[in-house]
């Protein structure tokens, strides 16, 4: 899997107009929708454009939104839909650690079917739930042994729904679950989550961008979005200013000249330097190398 998903757009699978837009865009990741974006009668008819567009555009990063485990809906989209070229599903609410387990097995039978290396295809359990906040490190700890959780992603939407309260601009009512989420996967070992849409005013960039920032500060790597408007804005959030690269290249500089006259620790412009410091600065460069490549 690769490491940069800033931005991963929404698009519903039974509109193939909006289809060839999204893949236009700078999206690091698109995601064509079987689940809320599709009318109950067209959620069959529309898995062919699936198949379609991954053949069309290989060279991108594919992801497909399942409906959720128990709809009767889940299996023919695993059997239609999930071909080779879909790096992953996002499986909707997702609340407690079997969901994982029956997913996977699930997935099993699909990559045989498709002669596929087991673990290929990758899960996005979306966190969209009280429950899943709750069990949030079980679920992403599960071990199915094949590696098969890339990372997850938060559902804010449904979530304020379940807990009955008001999605705001100002956000205070996601910090508790958003803080949980990084935690878990940061515990868990796996990368960092993908933030909620902004949904709030698809029209007002500057909350959207405060509300990526919120996202960026508890540890999210990047942002699901649901019009192409909103990606560049997020592209730019969770990309290294370019401040950010230059320092990172100076520390790691001068740790690397110091760490070779056998210290382990230095002070630079009056910080002081250690290895988890240096480590971040390569994650920075790193990133900012992964930007480079995709433009």
């Known amino acids: 899997m690769p490491t940069l998903i800033r931005t991963a757009l929404f698009v519903p699978s039974n509109r193939p107009d909006r289809i060839e837009k999204a893949f236009a865009t700078k999206a690091d990741v698109i995601i064509i929708d079987l689940e809320d ?3 109950l009668a067209e959620k069959e008819s529309s898995r062919p454009n699936v198949r379609e567009n ?3 555009f290989a060279d991108r990063m594919i992801l497909v939104r399942t409906n959720a485990l128990g709809s009767a809906f889940i299996k023919g989209d695993l059997d239609e839909a999930i071909v080779e070229g879909v790096n992953g599903i996002i499986l909707p609410k997702v609340e407690k650690a079997d969901d994982i387990t029956k997913i996977n097995t699930l997935l099993i039978e699909v990559e045989k079917n498709r002669a596929l290396p087991e673990g290929t295809i990758r899960v996005f359990p979306l966190i969209e739930s009280a429950a899943a906040v709750q ?9 199915t042994k094949l590696d098969r959780i890339y990372t997850v992603m938060f559902g804010a939407a449904d979530y304020t729904l379940d807990m009955g309260i008001e999605m705001t601009m100002e956000g205070n009512e996601l910090f508790y679950a958003r ?4 935690i878990a996967c940061r515990a868990a070992g ?10 709030i005013d698809l029209k007002n960039t500057e909350a959207l961008i405060s509300d990526a920032r919120r996202a960026k500060e508890l540890g999210f790597q990047g942002k699901l979005v649901i019009h192409p408007n909103q990606v560049e804005p997020c592209n730019r959030i969770f990309s290294p200013l370019p401040e ?3 320092k990172a290249e100076k520390i790691v500089k001068a740790f690397e000249e110091a760490e070779a006259a056998g210290m382990a620790a230095i002070q630079l412009e009056g910080k002081f330097i250690d290895y988890p410091v240096v480590k971040r600065s ?3 460069l790193a990133l900012a190398a992964a930007i480079a490549r995709k433009r």
């Open 54 to 56: 991954v053949a069309k």
């Open 282 to 284: 390569k994650d920075i």
């Open 244 to 246: 950010e690269i230059k």
């Open 135 to 143: 069990h949030i490190y079980d679920i992403v700890s599960t071990n």
């Open 190 to 199: 796996i990368a960092p989550p993908i933030d909620s849409p902004f949904m």
């Open 37 to 39: 974006a599709v009318p």
């Open 179 to 182: 803080s949980k989420i990084a």
